[in-house]
Each structure stands twice: as C-alpha cells, then as structure tokens.
C-alpha cells in the first residue's frame, strides 16, 4: 500500500467505534496511531491493519494526563504530519443521583471533558504549525440531554459539546475543521446487547429490527466523510442515528 504523508490519531482506540475509525483511516492510507489504556488491547487491531499493507502504532495512554495527551500527538506528528484527530473515550455511566458519590462525577468529568479539552488544544497547537487539520469529537444522546441516572456523564458530554463549539468557531478561520459527532443510538457491540439482554430478556433481544443499533463501520464512514468536506462547507455537529431511533 501507498501510504499518505500524513497520520490519524485516536485517542480512545477501543474495540468498537475507536477501532473502526482507525481501520477506515487506514484504508485510506492513514497510517494510525492509536492510544487506549492498556495498549497489550490494541495488539489485534495493530495486526489487522498491519497484515493489510496499513500503518499502526499502538500506544498505552491514559486521557487524562496532560504529559501523555502531548507526548501521544508529538509522536504522532513526528512520524508523519498530524492531520486527523479523533478523541473518542468512553466514560459511559449510569448512577441515581443519590448514588454519585464525587469520586464518580470527576473521573467521568475527566475522561469525557477533560481529556477532549487536552487533546483538542495539543492538536491545535500541532495543525496551526501545518495550517490545517481535522479534530473530531465523539458525543452522545447525553451531550443534548440528561436522561435518568446520567448526571455525571451528562454533564461532561455536554461541556465537551461546548469545548468542540467554542474550538470550532475559534479554529475554523484557520483552516482546522472541529466537529462534535452525537452518536445517538446503541452501537452493535457484546455489551450492548448484553445489557438489553439483562433489561429487557432473550426475546426482546432476538426481536430487535434490523439496523435498530448502529454498526461501528458505518460511523467510521460518517468520520470520513466529515474530514472530505471542504471549508467553504463545513459541519460542525453531525447527528447520527437508526432510521428507527426515536427522537
């Protein structure tokens, strides 16, 4: 494979959305870098891209951590021109409000607010020395609104919203496309089905519709689209859902 001189990096390279994006970026001729907490998880994805003629470094990251979030998109940069970043991290939970003790709303807080303002201001200051750039942001149903039990996570998803307008009205006159992508509908993974297994039983599980959950590729497929847009028409925020989701 032909290789661009250019690198997309992932912050939050998990199995699913993460891993999807990479594989994408990858076949258009990206070479990745990916990060995630534990990088011996990103291992298969690494051999996957790799046995494809693709480019993959996989890092172990924490998010939260300024010095990683930096060092992360420097190595980035320095194997090829730093033009893609997506900040995917999932912090994902559920907890009544009597029940979200302060511990649990700042690591939440942390992983899906602070560590997109980290990665979104170190990409700037990378892509504003290139003169252009794509940073992407993955929100959620929660970065619109509080539902029951999600007061911790709505809350960061909604300020990470705020961080990725105020990026995007700040960056886009120099060249840096911000978008904040809401991702309102459950994604086809295990764990999903799981947990409709678990609320709903075996029967609603076999009954779901088809394309009633969101599969990864497809949302890779929307990421892009988004970086082929061209500035004199740019999205900032990109809905997406199952044509049956309701809304």
């Given at each position: 494979?032909s290789?661009?001189?250019a ?27 990916a ?51 997506i ?16 511990r ?65 009205r700040?960056l ?12 309102d ?17 075996e ?6 519709p ?38």
């Open positions: 494979m290789r661009r001189n690198t997309c990096a992932i912050i939050g390279a998990g199995d699913f959305i993460g891993s999807a994006i990479a594989r994408k970026f990858a076949a258009e001729d990206y070479s990745i870098f990060g995630r907490r534990t990088s011996e998880k990103l291992e298969p994805l690494k051999r996957e891209i790799e046995a494809a003629g693709g480019a993959c470094e996989a890092r172990a990251l924490d998010a939260r951590k300024e010095d990683e979030i930096t060092a992360f998109l420097q190595a980035a940069d320095a194997h090829a021109p730093l033009e893609v970043v900040a995917n991290p999932g912090a994902n939970v559920n907890f009544p409000i009597l029940d979200t003790t302060e649990v709303f700042f690591k939440v807080w942390e992983m899906a607010c602070k560590a997109g303002f980290l990665t979104g201001r170190e990409a700037a200051r990378i892509m504003l020395r290139h003169g252009r750039g794509s940073i992407f942001f993955t929100g959620a149903t929660a970065s619109l609104r509080g539902g029951s039990g999600y007061a911790a996570f709505a809350s960061a998803k909604a300020g990470l919203r705020m961080v990725a307008q105020a990026m995007a700040e886009g006159p120099q060249n840096i496309h911000v978008a904040h992508l809401v991702i509908a459950g994604v086809d993974t295990s764990f999903v089905r799981e947990r409709i297994k678990a609320a709903r039983g029967a609603a599980l076999a009954a779901l088809e394309h009633a959950l969101m599969n990864p590729n497809s949302i890779a497929n929307a990421y892009w689209a988004l970086h082929q847009q061209t500035p004199d028409a740019w999205t900032f925020e990109l809905d997406l859902r199952p044509h049956g989701e309701a809304w």
